[in-house]
């Protein structure tokens, strides 16, 4: 194995505090959505295990993602399997397709603006901005989060899922042709106010000064072994860390990015990084994912395409 990938590794296991959900949410979204959305709970601690993550970490946060209903129970026999409950599918789902992506989306030169046009107490409101942050929305004041390709559906039911109903009646959701009409505002003019692509710059940066050494030490030596298990657990923080710098990025168009913007340079790592440790992690899922009942799914065809050309997991 190379110097790279067990830096990176000793890098996460060395970490003090580890949000284990957030790495569990990424576990399901890539290796266990495709694989039926369900795994028995024993199954989950070992892939886990050699991250450091011990069994007690693992079970309270799988029972908070029970509780936050990403997860529900099935119990089969003295066992029991942890099943993505249909939000949580659909949230997956959705989160899929930017991140499996090979380029970001076209943009319609439509905004999506979401107006607070009622009352909301102080409490609810900053858990409404920062549920909106978190799905890359940006701010034009307390009162206005605007992003240019969010599915405004969709976005609705994220916030019923974040336990954010009762703020939906104060909420006015609204697609505006361009910022001139709506906003008095020019394109370039209402980026610079709603993100700081100053600082999702940098972290996109460090994203790529992360993990290209990695790719450019498999490139550069073929003979380089690499195992399976260290390819899951790769692959694991590849996405992870990806994932949650998408949560971020509204994908801006191009058009109105900085030059040299680092977010493409990101994607094509990760798709090219991702496919190089894809057939040893699925040995590795082959052997260590498995449900209750002792069956081991396999993988649903429908994602093996992943980071492909056409769109992603229409699903």
């Known amino acids: ?3 790279s990938i067990q830096n990176r590794l000793d890098e996460f296991r060395q970490q003090r505090r580890v949000q284990a959900g957030s790495l569990i949410i990424s576990v399901f979204g890539d290796a266990i959505l495709p694989r039926g959305g369900r795994i028995w709970l024993g199954s989950l601690i070992r892939l886990l295990e050699p991250l450091e993550l011990n069994e007690r970490l693992v079970r309270t946060s799988v029972f908070r993602l029970v509780k936050d209903e990403w997860l529900r129970t099935e119990t089969i026999g003295r066992r029991a399997d942890y099943v993505l409950t249909a939000s949580g599918r659909r949230r997956f789902e959705e989160a899929s397709r930017h991140i499996y992506a090979s380029h970001a989306p076209l943009w319609d030169r439509r905004w999506r603006l979401i107006l607070v046009v009622g009352e909301i107490e102080a409490k609810a409101r900053e858990q409404l901005r920062q549920a909106l942050f978190w799905q890359g929305f940006g701010a034009l004041g307390a009162d206005c989060f605007v992003h240019p390709g969010a599915e405004l ?6 916030l019923i899922a974040e336990g954010l109903s009762d703020v939906l009646g104060a909420l006015l959701p609204l697609f505006a042709a361009d910022a ?3 906003l ?13 692509l100053n600082l999702l710059g940098e972290a996109y940066g460090e994203f790529v000064h992360t993990y290209q050494p990695i790719l450019n030490d498999l490139q550069r030596d073929q003979l380089i072994e690499v195992s399976e298990q260290d390819a899951f657990l790769l692959r694991t923080l590849l996405i992870h860390d990806y994932r949650r710098l998408l949560l971020r990025d509204p994908e801006l168009p191009e058009v109105l990015l900085p030059a040299d913007w680092p977010g493409q340079q ?5 798709k090219e990084l991702y496919k190089r440790l894809d057939t040893l992690s699925a040995r590795h899922l082959d052997k260590l994912l498995c449900l209750a009942d002792g ?3 396999a993988e649903d065809p429908a994602f093996a395409e992943r980071f492909s050309q056409h769109d992603p997991l229409r699903i």
Not at 184 to 196: G, H, Q
């Open 1 to 3: 194995m190379s110097n």
């Open 184 to 196: 008095s505002a020019n394109d370039a003019d209402l980026v610079r106010r709603a993100w700081n």
């Open 153 to 158: 559906s969709s976005v609705m039911d994220a």
């Open 266 to 270: 990101a994607r094509l790592l990760c």
């Open 295 to 297: 069956s081991v799914p």
């Open 180 to 182: 001139r009409s709506a």
